[in-house]
């Protein structure tokens, strides 16, 4: 299983991911590569791997990366080594990306898949959030904006909708998403009766 997260800037998707894992040691975070610059508080090779934009496209032509894309100005790509090592320490890969790659992801794994997009509760509770965050400047936060109303256009290529009003109770009906995708017979592969 991988489980893929997109929803609008600031509907709280780094908070959410960071309640569901704390809770569940299956769930491995996939650490992106981008050239945005790095925020006060995140850590290289922790939030993301943090690069220059040649050293990005050295990546892209090595074909280092599963998908990449251009959001908000910044290129992002989640990295096929990534996947590889959290595959083999036999982890649920979780990715946070945004919905350009993840319609790729959704195309290429199709039914390994769990899609899920995350809805902020209202566009002024996502605009709230954009600004208590207090980590992006007025030009940036109205790019975010804009962009939200393009991006929740593509919100129907994913299986499930999870509105982020209340947090625990958003983080407990991913948490049921998960274990019900857990039972499915095509990811239990095989009888529990061998
Ligand atoms: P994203 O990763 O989607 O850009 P963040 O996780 O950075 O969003 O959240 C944006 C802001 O909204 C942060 O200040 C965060 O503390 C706040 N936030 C996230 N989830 C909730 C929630 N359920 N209720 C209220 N505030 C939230
Ligand atoms: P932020 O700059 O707020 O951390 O992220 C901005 C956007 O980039 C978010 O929508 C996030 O989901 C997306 N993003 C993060 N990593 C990746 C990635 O590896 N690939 C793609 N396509 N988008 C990503």
Redesign the pocket.
């Known amino acids: 299983m991988i489980v893929l997260i997109?929803?609008?800037?600031g509907a709280g998707?780094?908070t959410f991911v960071q309640s569901l894992m704390a809770d569940d040691p299956r769930l491995a975070f996939?650490i992106?590569?981008?050239t945005?610059p790095m925020?006060e508080g995140e850590v290289d090779g922790r939030?993301?791997d943090f690069v220059d934009e040649a050293t990005f496209k050295k990546l892209i032509a090595e074909d280092a990366f599963v998908?990449?894309?251009q959001?908000?100005d910044?290129y992002?790509?989640?990295r096929r080594s990534r996947l590889d090592e959290m595959a083999a320490a036999g982890k649920i890969p979780l990715?946070?990306?945004?919905v350009?790659?993840?319609v790729?992801v959704i195309d290429i794994y199709d039914s390994e898949l769990v899609s899920v997009f995350l809805f902020p509760p209202s566009w002024e509770e996502l605009e709230n959030r954009l600004r208590s965050r207090a980590t992006d400047s007025d030009d940036v936060i109205s790019t975010r904006l804009k962009n939200a109303r393009t991006?929740v256009g593509f919100a129907s290529r994913y299986q499930y909708w999870v509105v982020n009003d209340d947090l625990d109770q958003a983080v407990a009906r991913m948490k049921a998403i998960i274990l019900a995708e857990s039972c499915r017979s095509t990811a239990l592969g095989q009888s529990p009766l061998g």
């Open positions: 997109t929803g609008p800037s998707k780094s996939s992106s590569t981008t945005r925020r939030d993301y998908e990449w894309a959001v908000h910044n992002y790509a989640t990715l946070d990306i945004d350009q790659g993840g790729n991006e």
